[in-house]
């Protein structure tokens, strides 16, 4: 909020002097009860009901005033913040987003920085302008009468006490209804992305129990959040009531007594009832703020969460020219909780070579494959390129140098270009087109409604799995980069038309350096030597065919991915 400290200082400013001006209001009702009414003089009686209206219309110029002037500062403080948020998470690497709930991320960013919003607009506001002006009407009421004020305290001193209590108790409540409904937003989020399979193996119902049951939970914390408010406001009710009764009470001994005036007492009551809304907001206001902190403690989760994968202070530049000469050396990668999956990885891919990465299930070949372009960082040995350390390029540098095709291919809301140029901002359409046809794309996407401007829905659904790894496949060959990582980019593909994509790799692969994690014995046939890897260390290197004559263990790998294409191996 620092940047909007002259906008908040005139919203606190206009506040105060609204409230000072209805606080004016009952001194000049005991001026008009104790002046002409007592005295049964009607000749200043105008100037004061004018003096009246005056500030009743200062009061709601000035409360108009403030809305005005908050809406700006409370908007860019919900929009800074939601920005930094969405910045942080693009920093943080893959482990984080691999532990936290999309949901519990999604309702931070959304739900969470609304609250924050409305307490920067109002409770924060108020929260300052209504203590102040509680203390200057008790302090009116002290010079009004200081028995007046006695009662005045014994209403208001307990009301301090019991607000501490409920305040305690509600935080808690209010930090489970907003976990909740990260939990629930997660479940419907799940929901929507997998529709197909939940419908395909009929688990709607099932999900559907689940989020009944995620919604009746968040009510039940919802209805107590309620209970705990309904009882606050009540007290906060009646005490001020019964502080009112009390001053009429000693008011009226006062007036028949002769040591206090109608006026004094009218005023003094009007006073109090004047501070009926700055008291009975009390309960409403600490319910804001008590969101509020619950909200920021979920944000601020994220945003100290370190960003573990950055690029050094000074970036090395590019080699020029740059080859794409890639070694592992020594490569070693553990889990947080000390689970290794690689030990001692060394691998030499000369510049232009196609090697492929075979390994069972769980033998750590996608983690490999993650490491060269850092979405996660080597706990042991290094990876260089032509030389240099990749920890010493700039990110930016480096994923422009390795493009990444992934076996699940992510699509995103965007059209076709936008999707196939998402690394190469300034990508042209000539481009674009080279890559669609590298990936056998070029004529699906020419037949959609609008060719390269279709928008892709959500996830690319509305496509064939073979179509959005082909689009996939597109995106990461589009800037011609130094060294490719495909991650099984064929997977997807028929048998015609991993056929024709593996003849444009082919010439693609020529002047590439390229990994590729292999799960099928024919795009085995693309790569130049193949590594197996067993057990996160490499266990032989070799051609295809070396593998096939030596080694058992590669020989039964390739039976399980196509028992027909190795027994016509060995044959010939």
Request: negative net charge; charged residues 20%.
């Amino acid at each position: 909020m620092r940047p909007h400290r002259a906008r908040m200082t005139v919203v606190l400013s206009a506040t105060m002097l609204a409230m000072l001006c209805g606080l004016g209001i009952p001194l000049l009702t005991q001026r008009i009860v104790d002046g002409p009414i007592q005295n049964k003089q009607t000749g200043p009686l105008p100037w004061l009901i004018l003096g009246v209206l005056v500030l009743g219309l200062a009061e709601a110029a000035l409360f108009y005033l403030r809305r005005k002037v908050v809406a700006r500062p409370a908007a860019e403080v919900e929009a800074r913040m939601r920005f930094d948020l969405y910045q942080h998470l693009q920093r943080l690497p893959v482990a984080f987003h691999d532990r936290w709930q999309s949901g519990q991320l999604l309702s931070r960013a959304t739900n969470d920085l609304t609250t924050v919003r409305r307490f920067v607009a109002f409770a924060i506001v108020f929260l300052i302008v209504n203590s102040a002006v509680v203390l200057i009407g008790l302090g009116i009421i002290a010079a009004l009468s200081p028995w007046l004020m006695v009662v005045a305290l014994c209403g208001a001193l307990p009301l301090i006490v019991i607000s501490y209590f409920f305040e305690a108790k509600f935080k808690v409540v209010a930090r489970r209804a907003q976990d909740q409904a990260g939990d629930l937003t997660t479940t419907v989020e799940e929901s929507v992305l997998g529709i197909r399979v939940l419908k395909a193996f009929g688990r709607g119902p099932e999900l559907s129990k689940r989020f009944l049951a995620q919604a009746r939970d968040l009510r039940a914390t919802e209805l107590n959040k309620i209970s705990i408010l309904a009882a606050l406001w009540s007290v906060l009710i009646v005490l001020p009531e019964l502080s009112i009764a009390g001053m009429l009470g000693v008011g009226a001994v006062g007036i028949v007594n002769g040591w206090m005036t109608v006026g004094t007492l009218v005023a003094a009551v009007a006073v109090s009832a004047y501070l009926r809304w700055p008291i009975d907001s009390i309960g409403w206001l600490l319910a804001e703020t008590n969101q509020a902190a619950s909200a920021l403690e979920r944000y601020w989760e994220v945003i100290d969460s370190p960003v573990t994968i950055t690029g050094p202070a000074s970036p090395a530049p590019l080699p020029t020219p740059l080859r794409g000469h890639v070694r592992f050396e020594g490569v070693r990668f553990a889990f947080e909780d000390g689970r290794e999956v690689l030990s001692g990885v060394d691998l030499d891919l000369r510049p232009g070579e196609t090697l492929a990465l075979v390994g069972a299930t769980g033998s750590g070949k996608t983690t490999l494959t993650a490491l060269v372009p850092r979405l996660a960082d080597v706990t042991g040995g290094r990876i260089t390129i032509d030389g240099v350390d990749v920890r010493d390029f700039s990110l930016e540098d480096l994923r422009t140098v390795v493009g990444t095709a992934f076996e699940e291919p992510v699509l995103f809301s965007a059209s076709v270009t936008e999707n196939v140029g998402l690394g190469l901002p300034d990508v042209t359409e000539a481009q674009v087109r080279e890559a669609l046809r590298v990936a056998k794309a070029e004529e699906f996407v020419d037949a959609l409604p609008w060719g390269l401007a279709t928008r892709i829905g959500e996830q690319g659904l509305s496509l064939s799995g073979g179509q959005r790894q082909r689009l996939a496949l597109a995106r990461a060959v589009v800037g011609r980069p130094a060294v490719l990582v495909l991650d099984d980019p064929l997977s997807a593909l028929d048998v015609h038309t991993e056929a024709e994509v593996e003849g444009a790799l082919r010439r693609v692969l020529r002047d590439t350096t390229a990994l590729v994690v292999a799960h099928r014995s024919s795009t085995v046939q693309l790569a130049d030597r193949v590594a197996l890897l067993v057990d996160g260390k490499i266990e032989a290197i070799g051609s295809h065919r070396e593998l096939l004559d030596t080694n058992e263990e590669y020989k039964r790998l390739l039976s399980s991915m196509d028992e027909d294409l190795v027994e016509e191996e060995v044959a010939s």
